[in-house]
């Protein structure tokens, strides 16, 4: 989705550095993730926020750090990287919407993700 | 725990097939199942969200079913096209879960000319 934007595309880093993996938006949504993405695995999550004084751990935040310092960015930081944090990386929004029928839409929209290895 | 299972892992069949891709949850509490579709080299897209209340959406050639109580869902493609070719994700929003979605590992599929 052309209103989520990731960059990098593509990294390449050495163990041990301290890498920034940026997300922008511009869809209004207060909600944005960070996922990654393993071959044969699911999307798992790292960390989420719904608001830019929110910050909350997700499944596998451990090695990882994120900022919300806007509304429309949330930025993933790897203190020190280390090779099996080789992943593809997405970025993803979401606004909470009622539904016509009743319910809420939580539809995430995903940004192109982050190639990242970790040699 | 919530774990997410998506059977076949890849599938081919020939253009103009209708075909049935198949994911099971474990925990039946969820407010919702959403299904994606991933391209190479672009990010996931939403095809259809189910509410927990609801128990089929349909988009197009697409049509999702939820039977919560036996924790599965299944997406049909009718008249596949080779623009479909693509891997479909299933994810489950869990009940409880602070909004988290808990993916499959999903399904590649090829659509053959």
């Known amino acids: 989705d052309a209103d989520v934007t990731q960059t990098p595309r593509n990294r390449i880093t050495k163990t041990g550095k301290r890498i920034m993996l940026e997300c922008s938006q511009t869809k209004g949504h207060d909600r944005m993730y960070w996922y990654r993405q393993d071959p044969g695995l699911g999307l798992r999550l790292i960390y989420y926020?719904?608001?830019?004084?929110?910050?909350n751990k997700g499944e596998i935040s451990d090695g990882y750090s994120v900022s919300r310092q806007a509304q429309a960015k949330f930025s993933l930081s790897l203190e020190s990287a280390i090779p099996n944090q080789t992943a593809l990386y997405f970025c993803?929004?979401?606004?909470?919407?009622?539904?016509?029928?009743?319910?809420?839409?939580?539809?995430?929209?995903f940004g192109p993700g982050t190639r990242l290895l970790v040699l | 725990k919530q774990e997410v299972t998506q059977i076949p892992a890849a599938l081919s069949v020939p253009e103009g097939e209708n075909l049935v891709l198949n994911c099971s949850f474990t925990d039946s509490a969820i407010y919702n199942l959403q299904w994606f579709r991933q391209d190479p080299g672009k990010g996931l897209t939403s095809l259809l969200l189910i509410q927990s209340s609801q128990r089929e959406q349909t988009s197009g050639r697409l049509n999702a079913s939820l039977d919560k109580s036996s924790g599965r869902s299944t997406l049909y493609i009718a008249a596949s096209q080779p623009g479909d070719s693509a891997t479909y994700l299933c994810?489950?929003?869990?009940?409880?879960?602070?909004?988290?979605?808990?993916f499959g590992s999903g399904t590649q599929l090829t659509v053959l000319p």
């Open positions: 926020s719904f608001d830019v004084k929110d910050i």
């Open positions: 993803a929004t979401s606004v909470l919407k009622p539904l016509a029928g009743g319910g809420l839409d939580e539809t995430q929209y």
């Open positions: 994810a489950v929003m869990s009940s409880g879960s602070a909004r988290q979605l808990t």
